[in-house]
């Protein structure tokens, strides 16, 4: 198994452009979400998605939108990037606790630089 | 409403020194409680979780965290740190095993040989 899996891994934009910043996972979870990571702010939740067909906001969604493509799938998009959203976007999956499986688990991370 | 505050942004001991990262929590239900590894330039991994067994918790890599609810902690503890502990370390608490953590801002540990 892959795990959860993010591209692209490095990306700089000007601001004003736009992109997706994919993630993937192949462990059949229900959960997923997207956070940024700031130094010395810990992880803060942009979205979440309890199950396929559901999206949620999070501490800081403002800027972003998100697509829960499929159950694998779950994408962020930046529509026109400020330098306020240089960060580290990591993408998490969780499965459910009846299963045992509710330990969230984490992709390598995209690190964005806006220009 | 749920919490963490992690005490110490940098906690730096000696290579076989005690390792210990401090945890508090609030929660106005029952915690699950987690605690994450993350080394540079990657995700976060999990280390150990409570939820609501044995108070002692046993993790990889030889960590252990101890539920106190009398004191609202959960501590992460090591008896003797390696190098290859040098990493940041997250404290998170989900309410009552809601789907929603919330973390703490991390400890950076640092080993020094």
């Known amino acids: 198994n892959a795990g959860v899996t993010q591209t692209p891994k490095f990306q700089v934009l000007k601001t004003g452009q736009s992109m997706t910043l994919q993630c993937a996972q192949d462990?059949?979870?229900?959960?997923m979400y997207w956070y940024r990571q700031d130094p010395g702010m810990g992880l803060r939740l942009i979205y979440y998605s309890a199950s396929e067909g559901t999206t949620d906001k999070g501490e800081v969604p403002n800027g972003y939108n998100v697509s829960r493509l499929n159950k694998r799938e779950f994408s962020l998009r930046l529509e026109s990037a400020a330098p306020s959203q240089t960060s580290v976007y990591f993408c998490?999956?969780?499965?459910?606790?009846?299963?045992?499986?509710?330990?969230?688990?984490f992709g390598p991370g995209t690190r964005l630089t806006v220009l | 409403a749920q919490s963490v505050t992690q005490l110490g942004s940098h906690v730096s001991v000696s290579e076989g020194a005690l390792v210990l990262l401090r945890c508090n929590y609030s929660?106005?239900?029952?915690?699950?409680l987690f605690w994450y590894v993350q080394y540079p330039n990657q995700g976060l991994q999990l280390l150990l979780k409570y939820t609501s067994a044995a108070t002692l918790v046993k993790g990889i890599n030889g960590f252990e965290a101890e539920f106190k609810k009398s004191e609202t902690s959960f501590h992460l503890t090591k008896p003797s740190a390696h190098m290859s502990d040098a990493a940041e370390y997250f404290c998170?608490?989900?309410?009552?095993?809601?789907?929603?953590?919330?973390f703490g801002r991390g400890t950076s540990l640092i080993v020094h040989p």
């Open positions: 998170a608490v989900s309410a009552g095993g809601s789907y929603i953590p919330t």
């Open positions: 929660s106005s239900v029952p915690p699950y």
């Open positions: 998490a999956s969780r499965g459910a606790r009846s299963l045992g499986t509710d330990t969230q688990y």
């Open positions: 462990m059949n979870h229900n959960s």
